[in-house]
């Protein structure tokens, strides 16, 4: 059977996959689990619950906050906010569990749910899996007095900025940033924080009506923001996803800034504070051998995890880190949350630009990053990777022959039935070569 909860929550398509009478029944089963604690001190559970704009939120919200109400948990609807938002206020309300409805950067008729632990910690695979399998078993039912109360709570948005604002190492005085908020989670909150900051705001993308997240704008279409910064003369561009809890950013001249430069620019900046602990960054496979490169030379130390925010946090949260991430700019700053935060992520790079004087394109030439290629291998038995001995056999031979001026990475997919190919090197005609031959392997030795 698979498995329900994916890497990060439920997901799928709004009212097939990710139906009311799913929503419904996954929060009981949640109320459940998530509460047993406080049931078993004599407290009534307490849940914090939020959404990005997508018209199949409401709904879904709706069953959600009835499931955990008729399973006798105190509900804070906080309405629309970002993931991260519901994170800390999981935390900072002292819940003992939160609930996100969001499918992130996915189009807007998907959508998923996300569950918080206490302290606004994502769940380990056995407490989404215990969730899973209470899902649709006959509970306590409570009556009168003791069934859930909810309460339409709109001071999260307030909480959660001034939780921003006490994060920010320099204010943002003398900048014009432009926000690009996918019409998501964050349309409301960036604008607002990044004014209180001190910067001069432009808006683009902040208009959500339930039907456009995601659509044309956003972290995952950068051509709306790097026109509109160069059009404005901005500093800078900060662009988040649907759930905004990532951050890709673009430079002055509108050429892109990723997720792996905006470390490196990061990973410096707390260093400078003495707020990187151990010198290190926690970074992914994925992340760009120029990175490495980068962090190197400037004697920091990276560690590298599985493809996933939550390898990264685990990662993190065992030796004590305080910066980690991933390319696609999830970046996450253990001193001031559980998760990646993409209002936050802006804020300290924009923060870095107005503390130092120099320009963001500027910082971002700590790294250079080597040419990538990707190329998803389709038709293939992915869970002979590993143990194909002549293919592992190619990737070696074609590592030695970049002799630590490129790399090679082979993995499949945890959710296609594909096998990635990646390939970096100093000129990109070098890493096509390279992927080509691979490839060629990958589809001689696998194939079904």
Do not use: W
């Amino acid at each position: 059977m698979a498995r329900l909860f994916g890497t990060d929550g439920v997901r799928g398509l709004a009212n097939v996959d990710i139906t009311a009478e799913l929503a419904l029944g996954l929060s009981v089963a949640a109320a459940h689990v998530l509460g047993r604690e406080a049931r078993e001190d004599g407290r009534r559970p307490k849940a914090v619950v939020g959404r990005d704009p997508r018209a199949s939120g409401e709904f879904l919200s709706s069953a959600v906050v009835a499931g955990l109400a008729s399973a006798g948990v105190d509900v804070h609807d906080v309405g629309v906010l970002p993931t991260p938002a519901v994170a800390f206020l999981t935390a900072d309300m002292d819940a003992h569990f939160g609930v996100m409805l969001s499918a992130s950067h996915n189009p807007m008729p998907d959508n998923g749910i996300k569950f918080f632990a206490a302290g606004g910690h994502k769940l380990p695979d056995a407490v989404e899996d215990e969730i899973a399998a209470s899902v649709d078993r006959d509970g306590e039912r409570p009556t009168g007095a003791s069934v859930g109360r909810v309460h339409q709570n709109r001071a999260g948005q307030a909480r959660y900025v001034a939780h921003l604002l006490e994060a920010l190492p320099h204010r943002l005085d003398g900048l014009k940033v432009v926000i690009d908020g996918a019409h998501g989670a964050a349309s409301a909150v960036s604008p607002e924080v990044f004014r209180l900051a001190g910067a001069e705001v432009v808006e683009i993308g902040t208009e959500p009506d339930g039907l456009n997240i995601n659509d044309g704008y956003g972290s995952t279409d950068l051509d709306h923001l790097k026109a509109a910064v160069v059009a404005k003369g901005a500093d800078l561009g900060i662009a988040h996803d649907g759930d905004a809890d990532r951050c890709l950013a673009v430079d002055a001249t509108g050429t892109e800034v990723d997720g792996d430069q905006i470390m490196a620019i990061l990973a410096i900046a707390l260093r400078s504070r003495g707020a990187l602990a151990k010198d290190t960054l926690v970074a992914t496979v994925m992340s760009n051998l120029g990175l490495l490169q980068a962090m190197e030379r400037e004697g920091i130390t990276v560690r590298q995890t599985g493809v996933g925010d939550r390898y990264v946090l685990e990662d993190m949260r065992a030796g004590g880190y305080t910066l980690g991430g991933e390319q696609s700019g999830h970046v996450i700053f253990l001193d001031h949350g559980t998760t990646g935060d993409g209002v936050l992520t802006g804020l300290m790079l924009a923060a870095r630009v107005a503390e130092t004087g120099k320009s963001l394109a500027e910082l971002a030439t700590v790294m250079r990053r080597l040419p990538q290629v990707l190329v998803n291998v389709k038709g293939v038995d992915k869970s002979r990777v590993e143990s194909d001995e002549e293919l592992q056999q190619a990737v070696k031979a074609e590592e030695e022959a970049l002799a630590g001026t490129g790399r090679v990475l082979l993995r499949k997919s945890g959710t296609e039935p594909v096998v990635r190919v990646m390939v970096e090197a100093t000129e990109e005609e070098q890493a096509a070569a390279v992927a080509d031959r691979l490839v060629a392997v990958v589809r001689e030795r696998l194939s079904l």
